[in-house]
């Protein structure tokens, strides 16, 4: 077993190590290059067509809900504390890297968004399948030929044994732990809440998954970022001081755990990609359901999702850490986080001395208990298409009853191992989707210039 336990370290290590951090970095940089920072460029038309009641195409969902379906799964623990994490270890500069990153991984969803719904099909129960387990395989046989079916295969795989640790088991364990902390609620007591109202929703598939996800994420993100802004505003003064700390640490080797190219850097790209998941191919899953015939059209609205879940929500952790009296500067100038708290118990304690009455300990915990539910919810789509893409619609049918149980079990025992099979798993899965990006980047390079070609001749 200790053998086992070495050999699953040394493959998440390697899963977010240096060498897949700056492949996800350069592949983020190539399509920026390539689209012509399409991310940025069509912000303000992305956000048109986002809340455009105008829906055209076949799919199950609508293009907002898939955006918010892909939101669910990657707004939660990595906004609140994986930004945490990733200033206690880094400094504050690593919330300059997590910026890059998101930067960049705005075009990264974009192509895999384009090319999910460009190569996506409609299975057996008449229900659209489409991600990088089909663009891998489809996509890489209609242009280069031959038999790339392994490749989509070992996305799917990934995906699906990442499914039971990142987006169920993990998920379960943090809900029990807030609801425990915040009200003293028994773990057991939480695992059956969530696993009957997990139950309720995925019986209805993608439609019901997706119709929650949409009243759930803009409603908890709002609140999060209201009560973000109160601390800041209240404390405004304190502002020019983080942001000082951001950009000044990021190039310096004053951070609280390492240096410039060393810890700053890989934490804040690491934490990036695991917040917003831009090149680990979960989202473009959720984003093939849309009822959206224009690839395109659906990979502007998903370049929202880099933006919004990085720039936006975890912005709003990093500043409040920053302002709050849980971070000062020590008599040699050096930044030092009081107690050497780290992770979602920094994040508590930041907002709950900012805010009165133990309010900004319920902000952090509900934003917790929520977040991971809807991330539960989207991630057994995720596992249920890539068991769908393994096997068949009717085997993969019996898989929401094993999801189920496992959230039950999840909130109720010891999660370390568990943790450290699905955080390989889940950086493996940039493995097969990177090299698919790559290989039919100039797919949705030509796909994005006769797009645009088209709205100039209609004058938009």
Avoid at 60 to 88: E, Q, R, Y
Avoid at 305 to 317: A, K
Wanted: proline content about 3%; aromatic content about 12%; hydrophobic content about 50%.
């Amino acid at each position: 077993m200790e053998t086992f336990n070495e050999i699953v370290n040394a493959v998440g290590s390697f899963a977010w190590g240096p060498v897949m951090i700056a492949l996800l970095f350069a592949t983020g940089l190539i399509l920026s290059i390539g689209t012509k920072i399409v991310q940025y460029r069509k912000i303000g038309y992305a956000f048109r067509l986002l809340f455009s009641r105008k829906v055209e195409g076949e799919g199950d969902i609508s293009p907002f809900a898939a955006l918010m379906t892909s939101l669910s799964a990657t707004i939660g623990t990595g906004n609140i504390a994986g930004v945490a994490t990733a200033i206690a270890i880094g400094g504050p500069g690593a919330v300059f890297w997590m910026w890059v990153t998101a930067v960049l991984g705005g075009a990264t969803k974009f192509s895999e968004a384009v090319l999910a719904v460009k190569y996506r099909i409609t299975d057996e129960l008449g229900e659209k399948s489409g991600g990088p387990m089909y663009y891998a395989s489809r996509g890489m046989e209609e242009k280069y030929g031959g038999n790339w079916k392994w490749l989509g295969s070992a996305f799917a795989l990934f995906a699906f044994v990442a499914s039971f640790g990142i987006g169920n088991m993990v998920q379960s364990n943090s809900v029990a732990d807030a609801v425990n902390q915040s009200l003293g609620v028994p773990h057991w007591i939480s695992g059956i809440v969530v696993a009957v109202a997990t139950a309720l929703v995925v019986i209805g598939g993608i439609k019901s998954i997706a119709k929650v996800a949409e009243a759930i994420v803009p409603v908890m993100a709002l609140i999060y970022v209201a009560g973000s802004l109160w601390i800041i505003f209240a404390n405004i003064e304190f502002l020019p001081r983080a942001f000082g700390w951001i950009f000044s640490n990021a190039f310096n080797g004053n951070a609280v755990g390492g240096g410039f190219l060393g810890t700053v850097v890989r934490m804040g790209v690491a934490r990036g990609v695991f917040s917003n998941e831009a090149g680990l191919g979960s989202a473009p899953i959720a984003h093939a359901a849309s009822k959206n015939n224009d690839p395109v059209r659906q990979g502007i609205i998903a370049s929202l999702g880099s933006f919004l879940d990085t720039i936006v929500v975890c912005t709003m952790t990093a500043l409040v850490i920053m302002i709050s009296p849980v971070m000062t500067i020590d008599a040699d100038g050096l930044m030092v986080i009081n107690n050497g708290l780290n992770g979602a118990a920094l994040t508590t304690a930041a907002y709950n001395q900012a805010l009165p009455g133990g309010f900004g300990q319920f902000i952090v915990s509900f934003g917790l208990v929520f977040f991971a539910y809807s991330t539960i919810l989207t991630w057994y789509f995720y596992g249920y298409k890539s068991l769908e893409y393994l096997t068949n619609a009717r085997v993969a049918s019996y898989y929401k009853w094993v999801w189920v149980l496992l959230i039950f079990v999840g909130a109720t025992v010891p999660l370390s191992f568990v943790w450290s099979i699905s955080d390989a798993f889940n950086g493996l899965m940039a493995i097969p989707n990177l090299i698919a990006l790559i290989a039919l980047s100039s797919v949705v390079f030509g796909m994005l210039k006769d797009y645009e070609v088209r709205l100039d001749k209609r004058g938009k």
